[in-house]
């Protein structure tokens, strides 16, 4: 990999970790506000009901997640390909500083079969916390091989 793509990809990292801090400080007031006693679900059930103004605030910031995710993947290469990868590995990175994060503050989720609310769009995703851990340690895995391992067709 060259010095270019390494700068690139560390610049990636900051992003997301940054962003994941972000993300998880406001996951953090919203369970004080909404779960005083502990977040604990099973189903979209035990959801706590949200305004319609707060909940549509969390999808527009859900949303807003995402295509800067996309941008700075985008901004990233040139190449259609790499800036694929690189919003996968913003994203995956992102997502596991997320929970490194909701622990480190919150020492949650207090096991991996703990049950989370992934994302809320187009409904709320709820499963055990090991899910997105493995699923973005590959993607993260996977991502990273292809940025290092692609020839350069930037123009």
Known sequence: ?????IKTVFALFLYAIAMALVESAVVVYLRELYYPGGFFIQSVAD???MSPRILNVELWREAATILMLAA???LAFNDFRKR???FFLAFSIWDLAYYFFLYLFLRW?????TF???????WPWIGPAWFPLALFGLLTTGSLWFIIKSKNHES
């Open 1 to 5: 990999m060259d010095k270019r793509n």
């Open 47 to 49: 959801l706590a009901v």
């Open 72 to 74: 700075v993947g985008y």
């Open 84 to 86: 694929v990868a690189a």
């Open 109 to 113: 989720p207090p096991s991996l079969t």
């Open 116 to 122: 989370d609310v992934y994302f809320l769009i187009p």
